[in-house]
């Protein structure tokens, strides 16, 4: 089977698995969840970049023709340091070019402390449209939030306010989601940040460039595939085998616990 591999941290990255499948629906994708060792926005880079190149070599040895980073922290940190292999994706690129494409004049970006130290956004978008002013927030508490399942509890809504306050009070007109967690947020987040911030997530700009890419490289499946999909984790938890089914559907296969060294 040749597929496409994704990875990240936990749960987050499912979000971009289902934009694939929506934009190639005749892919196969290998998902790994490193549900053991999340969160790795609060690590190293040095961590981050141990972690990523294992999750790679996990990928390739089951054989994938291309490789989506699905977490912001790895592709900020690790992904410039790496000569994968086969075609790879980051989301933070993708994610910076969909918000200069709808932003007037100032952006927000939310994301986990490593990513948001990285400066990877504002760095992107400074390369993008010089002329738009970056501000960046840590929301740390959110991915525990996620994983919880506390995707619209009070108690979420209020580490929402909070984080988001000094950003709405400094007139931010977009909000970027700068961990593939925080999509999962989204209806609380927009109700948060109100009708005049729009929200961007990288998942479907990605999904777009993978596209693109696997046309251009020749490495597209032909029409009428046969299209088997694998979810990985390092850790075991029906919590994440619930989020798999809620965002992916009822027929989601079962999750397979592996350890990735």
Not at 229 to 250: C, E, N
Request: charged content about 20%.
């Amino acid at each position: 089977m040749t597929a496409i591999g994704v990875f990240d941290s936990g749960v987050g990255g499912l979000t971009v698995v289902a934009a694939l499948a929506q934009r190639l629906p005749d892919e196969s994708i290998v998902y790994l969840g490193d549900t053991a060792r999340l969160p790795y926005g609060s690590k190293s880079a040095a961590t981050v970049t141990q972690y990523t190149r294992n999750n790679l070599r996990f990928l390739l040895q089951r054989g994938v023709k291309a490789v989506v980073v699905a977490c912001n922290t790895a592709s900020a940190l690790a992904l410039p340091n790496l000569e994968p292999e086969v075609p790879t994706w980051g989301v933070v690129e993708p994610g910076a070019r969909r918000a200069a494409a709808v932003c007037s004049r100032h952006v927000g970006v939310i994301g986990t402390e490593s990513t948001v130290r990285s400066d990877a956004y504002a760095l992107a978008l400074a390369r993008l449209a010089p002329h738009l002013r970056v501000s960046s927030r840590a929301c740390p508490l959110f991915v525990p939030l996620v994983e919880e399942g506390w995707h619209d509890d009070p108690v979420t809504e209020q580490v929402a306010r909070r984080y988001l306050a000094p950003l709405l009070a400094a007139g931010v007109d977009t909000l970027v989601l700068g961990c593939t967690h925080y999509p999962l947020l989204r209806p609380l987040l927009a109700r948060v940040a109100g009708q005049g911030v729009d929200l961007v997530d990288s998942a479907d700009s990605v999904a777009e460039e993978v596209a693109r890419g696997l046309a251009a490289a020749g490495l597209a499946a032909p029409p009428g595939s046969a299209v088997e999909h694998h979810l990985y984790v390092t850790d075991a938890s029906s919590g994440f085998a619930d989020f798999a089914q809620r965002i992916l559907g009822p027929a989601t296969r079962p999750l397979e616990w592996v350890e990735v060294t």
